[in-house]
């Protein structure tokens, strides 16, 4: 079956600082691969997306993603932390087969001034 | 160009009852898409419609069910309500499959806050 895991439900930041959220799948085929930001009270918003175009997906936001298929990984980063990025973060697999969709449990993100 | 909207965006039901959901779609996307979204259980994958049709569905109970209509606006139904059906209801549209194929992308609508009590 089809898994997605991300590590750490809670990760804290500086501000300006690196932020780097985990997250594996598990798939014999590299399978779509999405990173979503949720803001409280509201649905979620496509940051990026993996269509095995390019390794290195940049998104909106100043976030970027890589995909490792050695490591079946695709972590989320960005360079320099801004408050306004304070949300739940959620990674996601679409199996090129049965078209199913499967996420992460999410990563809430916090961001110290 | 006007988002996907949901509603009502609450609910408040009791058990036994059943409900029904309503989405519409961003103007011209014809796929969509519905995910349940709990504190225990996380965002869990209902359905997919696309022209009409089911396309893909989730691992829910047959009480859980849906449909989409001519104009792409689709609804979802839970019958016999029960407590751990409470849950934030999120739809989503895309031009033409769940996720977006290629550089398509998938939008989501707030939600639809669904107590049941």
């Known amino acids: 079956a089809q898994s997605v895991t991300q590590l750490g439900s809670h990760v804290s930041v500086s501000e300006g600082a690196l932020v780097l959220l985990r997250c594996n799948y598990s798939?014999?085929?590299?399978?779509?691969l999405f990173w979503y930001v949720q803001y409280p009270n509201q649905g979620l918003q496509l940051l990026l997306k993996y269509t095995s175009a390019a390794t290195l997906v940049k998104g909106i936001n100043g976030f970027e993603a890589e995909f490792k298929k050695s490591e079946t990984s695709f972590h989320l980063t960005k360079p320099s932390a801004h408050m306004s990025d304070a949300a739940e973060y959620f990674c996601a697999v679409r199996t090129n087969t049965g078209n199913q969709f499967y996420f992460g449990t999410g990563t809430s993100l916090t961001v110290i001034p | 160009k006007a988002g996907v909207t949901q509603t009502p965006r609450y609910l408040i039901k009791t058990r036994g009852q059943q409900v029904t959901l309503s989405c519409s779609p961003i103007?011209?996307?014809?796929?969509v898409s519905w995910y349940q979204q709990t504190p225990g259980q996380g965002l869990q994958f209902l359905f997919e419609?696309?022209?009409?049709?089911?396309?893909n569905k989730g691992n829910f109970p047959g009480r859980f069910s849906g449909r989409q209509f001519s104009n792409s606006r689709s609804e979802m139904n839970v019958s016999t309500l029960e407590l751990g059906d409470s849950a934030l209801y999120l739809c989503?549209?895309?031009?033409?499959?769940?996720?977006?194929?290629?550089?398509?992308?998938?939008?989501f609508g707030p939600g639809t806050r669904l107590l049941v009590l």
């Open positions: 419609y696309f022209s009409e049709t089911q396309r």
């Open positions: 103007s011209g996307h014809r796929s």
């Open positions: 989503a549209s895309s031009l033409s499959s769940q996720g977006g194929r290629g550089k398509e992308t998938q939008y």
């Open positions: 798939s014999s085929v590299p399978p779509y």
